[in-house]
Each structure stands twice: as C-alpha cells, then as structure tokens.
C-alpha cells in the first residue's frame, strides 16, 4: 500500500529531551516536507525537500531540523524541545514539486 | 492577515442536504487549487485539484475557483454523515520553484441523520 508512515504517533516528553520524529514513504517521491497544525492556525510548513539534494526552510523552523540522506526519510528533530512545539505534526510527500500531498497519519507531540 | 481565509464553522446540516464550503485568498499568483479532507486523528487526503479558473466536478462533489474575486468553492451533493469531517483550501503559485501549500485553517462539517 503507498503510504507515508510517520512514528511515534503519540509522544509525551520533557522540556530539552531531544527526540526525532520519523517519516518515510514508499512511493519513491522526490518531494518531502513538514507541516505543523494548529488550532486557529492552520497547517503550516517547517522544512521541505524537492529532493535528495535540496532541503530548505518553510514558514516556521525555528527549533527545528531535518535530514534527508536517502530518497524515502525524512526525519524531524527537535534538538531541544520547548512547550511551544507541542503541536500535531505531518508528514507529506509528492512525486515531483508541490503537486498534490500524500500525508503521513499525523504525530501528536505534547512537550511539558 | 492571512493569506487564505476559510471559516472555522462548525457547520451542521442534515443528511441530503447541499454543502458549500468557501475560502477566499489575497495573494493573485495562487493558480493551483485543492480541497483535502481530514478525517478527526487522521492526515488530510486530497478531495479535488484545479488549476486557475472554472468548475470541476467528481461525483457528488463540485470545485469552483473565481480567481477575478480570489474566491473558491467546494460544494458537496447529497451530504452523507460519512462526510462529516474538516474540509480544507489550499493553493500555490504556479511556479516551477513553488516549495509549498498555503492552507486554509479548516471548516469542520457534521452532517447529521
């Protein structure tokens, strides 16, 4: 099944307990890229990824980063979380550009 | 001001009924435009994509897009309570470097029985 499979799905943590959230889709898009939603907010873009080569900040990267070493992950990492970062994050992907997004189930992520 | 607008809602109405939900935009290099669903604890899957102006149509549902007045529709015919669930807008410029989707914050539809 073509997918995009984000974990956790649900964490809990601390206040500078560095965690990654993973993502990886099976469908070989060149296109990656994170979104956080909010309530009033909306979805908003953290990082993107055309491909392999190009990673680039969204609307809001503060206190975040990623990697992306290999055409199917995508990780999200927060090196020191604050409770502002508590939020649901997506992952997405699309074949080629920013066409039509396939999003990963979401991870909710609550920082005390 | 945000660059798309969408009204929260909640919007209830009974099953059969029509739907219309609207989002209006400022920015005029929009020329792509899609509706996603979202399903409570799941990610949002694209409904309907079109590019500039005019109707498109998918079986119960109709996208409209009016660029002259930044204005785009989604109507939903014959409502079911399966499609109760936050709709949202989202665009991007036509671009061949376009990184992004801006949303609209969501309209949370219940259709009732």
């Known amino acids: 099944e073509a997918q995009v499979t984000q974990n956790p799905r649900y964490l809990i943590t601390v206040t500078g307990k560095k965690l990654t959230v993973t993502c990886s889709q099976n469908?070989?898009?060149?296109?990656m890229s994170w979104y956080r939603q909010d309530p009033g907010l909306g979805l908003r873009q953290i990082y993107y990824?055309?491909?392999?080569?190009?990673?680039d900040k969204g609307d809001v990267p503060e206190g975040y980063k990623v990697s992306r070493k290999e055409k199917r992950n995508f990780p999200l990492i927060l090196e020191s979380p604050s409770p502002n970062q508590t939020s649901l994050y997506f992952c997405?992907?699309?074949?080629?550009?920013?066409?039509?997004?396939?999003f990963g189930a979401g991870s909710r992520l609550t920082v005390l | 001001q945000k660059e798309v607008e969408q009204d929260p809602g909640p919007l209830s109405v009974p099953e059969g009924a029509i739907v219309s939900l609207n989002c209006t935009y400022s920015?005029?290099?929009?020329?792509?435009f899609m509706w996603y669903r979202q399903y409570s604890r799941k990610g949002p899957e694209l409904l309907m994509y079109?590019?500039?102006?005019g109707n498109k149509e998918d079986g119960r549902f109709t996208a409209q897009v009016d660029k002259s007045s930044k204005y785009i529709s989604l109507f939903i015919r014959d409502s079911q309570p399966s499609d109760s669930a936050t709709y949202l807008c989202?665009?991007?410029?036509?671009?061949?470097?376009?990184?992004?989707?801006?949303f609209g914050t969501g309209t949370r539809l219940q259709v009732t029985l």
């Open positions: 997405a992907s699309s074949a080629r550009g920013v066409t039509v997004l396939t």
């Open positions: 469908m070989n898009h060149e296109y």
């Open positions: 990824s055309m491909n392999v080569e190009v990673t």
């Open positions: 920015n005029s290099a929009f020329q792509y």
């Open positions: 079109t590019y500039s102006s």
């Open positions: 989202a665009m991007r410029e036509n671009t061949g470097t376009a990184s992004k989707l801006t």
